[in-house]
Structures are given as structure tokens and as C-alpha cells.
């Protein structure tokens, strides 16, 4: 396969795994049981990634095979426990993206009513796969500069939100009332991490990584400081706005935040933002994901079928088809509820 992703792309593609729905609605939840210090709870989450994105970055750039967590467990431990690792990852990834589709079908039924029925809702998810596969199988070029035109799209309106905010803050609303209990700040960081995780995501392509000794530890720190600034920035914004009253808003913090100096188109954006935000992640999953599979084929976990590349695009056609497919099949099968829970499972039997 082409090796056509770079620095920006790769640090694009991390941002968007990274950045995604959650952070519309997560800052109310560490308001709640922090109060204004919630900011630190930011601080302590991205200290503690840094060991956790050096280990991928120093991986990634030793292990330049597409697979990503998968290919480093088997360089590491052998073939069976980084197949292990790769199915549950597998199994992880394919639950999330299946949920968020979910929520991205019921965002758009909000603002189009008409593809509010069942049927609609199907025709809905399986345009949004449709499309994905299309582009990220005329190669992975295509797939990552449509990573990145989405990762900035759903970057404006956090941008907005911030550059605007920032002049109506109201300083006694970050004032500090007392330093937080350990319990409660380790809460909320454990909370953040989910916020926080992505990279792994971002880097099973990593066999079509330009320079991937260079461009995979320079994308994983500067996506990591990146993605730390702007959840800071949006953090101290809604706080700085709201005050006592963020935590009361645990739907649409950054939307109300967004209401009292946008007022109704604010909220609008915001809202608009968060779906946005949905289809940034089901972008960069399908350009990493589908690579897991590619990955098993290869190396004859799975028949060598799924390894196939396309003759002209020289992207793994066959792997990205039977990804969508399956992902499809569990969008229209269960409620972001259940995807949540599957993938919550996955992913905490593969760290364990």
C-alpha cells in the first residue's frame, strides 16, 4: 500500500479520533464534581496521556506495519496475544463507530424530520457508510485529506466558541474555593480519559505512514497538546460563563454556554457542531479501522481474502467493505446504549 499519510494528516486523523462528541457535553460533568476546578482535572489527564502516548509513539515508529495496537502486541508478545488484542480493539472500535452513527442518525432526524422514521434512519446511516467507503477506497490519501477537511469543520465551531467566549468570562466564576479532594479529582480525571484516548485509533494505518520513525512521535505530541488547549480552552469558557450553573446542563453544556453571548444561533451552532463533531469520528474510524482487518488477513489470522488491494487505488478494498458492512448491521441493530456498552467492555477487557 501507498505510504501518503504525513504529519499534518496523522496529526489530523489523532485530533479527530481524539476530539469527538463527548467534549459538547463532558465539561458539565466535571464541573459537577469539581466545581472551578475542573480545569485541573484537564491538566492531570493530559500529564498522565503523556506516558500513554509515548508508548504508541515510541511503537509507532519502530513497528511501521499497518495494524497499529495490533502489530505492536505481536513484534512484542507473539501472534496469539496480539490477535487477541487486535479482536478485542476490533470489537472496541466497531461498537463506537456503530453507536455514534446512531447518535449522528438521531441528530440529523432533529434537524430534518422527515428522515426521522425507521426507515429513514436506515437510509441515513447507510449514505453516511456509503460515502465513507467510496473515499477512503479511491486510496488513503482521499481518506486522510477527508479526515482533515472534517477535523477542521469540526474544530470551527469549538474555535468559535472559544475566541468569542474568552471575552465573557466572568473571573469570580473560575475563582477557587478550595482545593478539591483527591477522590473527586481522581473521578473526574478517570473520567477525562476516555475524552483523552484516540491515538490508537489514528495509528493502524501505520504502514501507510510517511517516515513513520519521524511523523508518528511528532504527530502524537503535537495532537496531544493540541487536543489539551482547545478541552482547557472550552473548559474555562463554559465555566467562565455559566459558573455554578454549567453542572446543571449535563445534555448541552457547551450549547447554553454558547446561548448567553451568541444567544439562539449560538446554541444553533453549537448543536450543529456536536453532529458535526459525530461524523469527524466515523470519518477517521473508517480511514484507521478497517486496516485491523487488512492486518489479520495478512497475517493469516483471518482468510487472505480481506488482505486484497485494490489493483488502481492500492487501499484495502475488501477490508473497508466488510467493515462498513459490519458496522452497518449493528447501527440498525441497537441503541447507542447497547453499542456504548459492547464497546465499554471490549476496551476494558483489551487494557486489562
Not at 67 to 83: D, I, N
Not at 122 to 151: K, S
Not at 164 to 181: C, D, M, S, Y
Request: charged share 10%.
Amino acid at each position: 500500500m501507498v505510504r501518503g499519510i504525513g504529519i499534518p494528516a496523522l496529526t489530523a486523523n489523532i485530533v479527530s479520533s481524539t476530539i469527538g462528541a463527548g467534549i459538547f457535553v463532558i465539561p458539565a460533568a466535571v464541573a459537577k464534581g469539581l466545581g472551578p476546578a475542573a480545569p485541573l482535572a484537564f491538566v492531570c489527564c493530559a500529564v498522565a496521556m503523556v506516558l500513554f502516548v509515548t508508548c504508541f509513539g515510541i511503537a509507532g515508529s519502530r513497528v511501521s506495519l499497518t495494524g497499529g495496537l495490533y502489530a505492536y502486541v505481536e513484534v512484542a508478545f507473539g501472534r496469539y496475544v496480539g490477535f487477541l488484542a487486535g479482536m478485542l480493539y476490533f470489537l472496541t472500535a466497531l461498537g463506537a463507530v456503530a453507536g455514534v452513527v446512531n447518535v449522528l442518525a438521531n441528530s440529523v432526524a432533529l434537524v430534518v424530520p422527515f428522515l426521522g422514521s425507521p426507515v429513514m434512519r436506515i437510509f441515513v446511516m447507510f449514505a453516511v457508510y456509503g460515502l465513507l467507503v467510496f473515499i477512503n477506497i479511491r486510496g488513503v490519501r482521499e481518506g486522510a485529506g477527508a479526515v482533515t477537511v472534517i477535523t477542521v469543520a469540526k474544530l470551527l465551531p469549538l474555535l468559535l466558541f472559544i475566541c468569542v467566549g474568552i471575552f465573557f468570562i466572568h473571573a469570580p466564576n473560575l475563582a477557587w474555593g478550595g482545593w478539591p479532594t483527591s477522590k473527586s479529582l481522581g473521578n473526574a480525571v478517570i473520567l477525562l480519559i476516555f475524552a483523552f484516548v484516540g491515538i490508537e485509533v489514528a495509528l493502524i494505518p501505520s504502514g501507510e505512514v510517511k517516515n513513520p520513525a519521524r511523523t508518528v512521535p511528532r504527530s502524537a505530541y503535537l495532537a496531544l497538546v493540541t487536543t489539551t488547549i482547545i478541552y482547557l480552552m472550552i473548559q474555562l469558557v463554559a465555566q467562565g460563563t455559566l459558573g455554578a450553573d454549567l453542572g446543571n446542563h449535563p445534555d448541552a453544556p457547551l450549547a447554553e454556554s454558547a446561548a448567553k453571548f451568541l444567544g439562539d444561533l449560538g446554541r444553533m451552532v453549537l448543536l450543529a457542531g456536536a453532529s458535526i463533531s459525530a461524523f469527524g469520528f466515523v470519518t477517521s474510524d473508517i480511514l484507521s479501522s478497517p486496516r485491523m482487518i487488512f492486518a489479520f488477513g495478512r497475517d493469516g489470522a483471518l482468510p487472505q481474502f480481506f488482505a486484497h488491494v485494490h489493483p488502481r487505488y492500492r487501499s484495502p478494498d475488501v477490508a473497508i467493505i466488510t467493515y462498513a458492512l459490519l458496522a452497518f448491521a449493528l447501527s440498525i441493530s441497537g441503541t447507542f446504549e447497547q453499542l456504548a456498552v459492547l464497546s465499554n467492555v471490549a476496551v476494558l477487557l483489551m487494557y486489562l
